[in-house]
């Protein structure tokens, strides 16, 4: 489930950061991330829940490192863009160099 808590960021964002000026600015997906990881702590700690969902409470340690490998899927995939990016303005900027320099006809 926390992997794709960080993953709907990289859903939202393909080719561009997650973190762009409208990381914040869909209320409604918020509210439904808070909710599901919201219910996702009730089924952990919850006695009802953990007999009918077999889980069993998890400390606060045990959260951070679930939290921290899972945020790893948003950091690789922005890892990705930004590369994919820079290659793309290098490629843009190589096209762009050569299409400047007049050619020369071969000679046979």
């Not at 909710?35 to 009730?42: A, H, K, M, R």
């Amino acid at each position: 489930m926390l992997f794709q808590f960080f993953n709907i960021f990289n859903a939202r964002a393909e080719y561009g950061s997650a973190f762009n000026d409208r990381f914040f600015g869909n209320r409604r997906l918020w509210l439904a991330l808070l909710g599901v990881v919201g219910l996702q702590v009730v089924v952990v700690h919850w006695g009802p829940a953990q007999v009918a969902f077999d889980t069993v409470d998890l400390t606060l340690v045990d959260w951070a490192c679930a939290t921290l490998l899972a945020s790893t899927v948003l950091f690789f995939d922005e890892t990705r863009k930004l590369a994919e990016r820079v290659v793309r303005k290098r490629l843009r900027a190589w096209a762009s160099r050569r299409k400047s320099v007049p050619r020369t006809e071969s000679r046979r």
